[in-house]
């Protein structure tokens, strides 16, 4: 009997977690955790041999050490023990898919089949937001008795934006952002099949639509970066020919389904440009929400630097130093760990993600790669996903957490792949 491979039965087992991985979370979670298993299994002797690991491993270990000092060892009122341990399960994809799911994206062959497959799992998210949107089609939906859920929230309901599948219109946003630039990169690449390259384009301006429609700035953002980061200045002039090809498109589905025109939301969009600007003063700086937190945010990190106050305070102890807004987390990454675990772990982990980007695009340029291979548009992607959380948070979304951590994996491959 030959011998079983397991390693490409994780491969497989990988695919198919990434393509539940949006519409079905709780499904493609178990499968991504079972090709981890499989490449442990497999992999685990080379688990100390790749330096990359060690930051992981010692965040780890500081996240542990912060919930047992504020856990068990702490007094404060302000611990929800529950919220507190169920906090390190947020961490876990960066542990376990940082280390183990290099085998399944090393190549560049891997990684192009991870691009479509992650364009291929925002099908479902594209095909609720046209429920929603479009049809006006609202849930929650829920089957397997709550194990999948599509929220499509009814306008008023929580946001007059569209948020598809998710709860948040900004997750919907960041889920159709990390995709945009391996659309891009698939219609590049495609040379014969004049067909797939067509629907391609299309499925382009259609994620480009339902991004506008999510009202996210941070989405808007991704859109500017992911052409902007490859094409330089002909960006613009691709931006126009994207424009002009989306509107009679935009048009038809206006009259068909009664959605609202793309000129709506670039106009909302260039107001709220031009609204800044020309308020653009430093007691307006000082008086905007955002600041408001952040300054709160600081506070609470000075008051305990090295471990931090532990996972689930920040809503409560936002509110106990004077906050007005009733917001969960400080839409800022780096102040949110730093204020849950401390400026320790903090560091380790920013400084890990700057020197992983850093190092693979270096690696990009010293192995004169074109920037239209994969791994150019793959750094591109991690690039918008990072920037993303400068401004909001997808830790606390277990399945954009995920796809985040695979991303991050891959900028470690890339580096691996110089050696």
Not at 261 to 268: G, N, V
Request: proline share 4%.
């Amino acid at each position: 009997m030959k011998d079983i491979d397991l390693l490409n039965i994780g491969k497989k087992l990988f695919n198919l977690g990434i393509i539940f991985l949006i519409s079905a979370p709780s499904i493609g979670g178990l499968l991504l955790l079972l090709s981890s298993i499989i490449s442990f299994i497999e992999r685990r002797s080379l688990l100390f041999k790749n330096i990359w690991n060690y930051p992981i491993f010692l965040s780890f270990g500081i996240i542990l050490l912060s919930s047992f000092r504020n856990g068990i060892l702490s007094k404060q009122e302000v611990i929800n023990h529950k919220e507190l341990w169920s906090g390190l399960f947020n961490w876990l994809p960066l542990l376990i898919f940082f280390i183990f799911i290099p085998p399944y994206i090393y190549s560049k062959s891997q990684k192009i089949s991870f691009s479509k497959l992650i364009i291929l799992s925002n099908f479902p998210l594209l095909i609720s937001c046209f429920l929603q949107k479009s049809m006006g089609i609202y849930g929650p939906f829920s089957v397997l008795n709550g194990l999948i859920i599509w929220y499509q929230r009814m306008p008023g309901e929580t946001t007059i934006s569209t948020t598809g599948l998710f709860n948040n219109p900004n997750y919907t946003g960041f889920s159709l952002a990390i995709s945009l630039p391996f659309i891009i990169f698939n219609i590049i690449n495609i040379r014969k099949n004049k067909l797939a390259k067509t629907g391609l384009i299309i499925l382009l301006l259609i994620t480009i639509y339902y991004i506008f429609s999510t009202n996210s700035r941070n989405a808007f953002l991704s859109i500017f970066l992911s052409f902007i980061l490859p094409f330089g200045i002909k960006s613009i002039i691709i931006s126009t020919i994207i424009l002009i090809a989306i509107m009679p498109i935009n048009i038809i589905f206006s009259y068909l389904f009664g959605i609202d025109s793309l000129l709506i939301y670039l106009k909302q969009f260039f107001d709220g440009i031009y609204s800044s600007f020309s308020s653009f003063r430093i007691e307006t700086i000082l008086s905007s929400q955002r600041f408001e937190i952040w300054s709160k945010s600081i506070k609470m990190i000075l008051e305990k630097p090295l471990l931090g106050w532990g996972a689930g305070t920040f809503g409560i102890l936002y509110l106990l130093n004077g906050g007005i807004y009733g917001t969960q987390h400080s839409h800022n990454i780096i102040l949110q760990i730093s204020q849950s675990y401390g400026l320790p772990f903090s560091i380790t982990i920013c400084t890990t993600v700057v020197l992983l980007i850093l190092n693979a695009y270096k690696n990009i340029l010293k192995r004169k790669e074109p920037d239209t291979s994969i791994n150019y548009f793959w750094l591109i992607s991690v690039i918008v996903a990072t920037i993303h959380q400068l401004f909001d948070i997808v830790l606390f979304e277990g399945r954009l957490n995920i796809i985040y951590c695979i991303l991050l994996t891959g900028s470690k491959t890339i580096i691996m792949n110089n050696k």
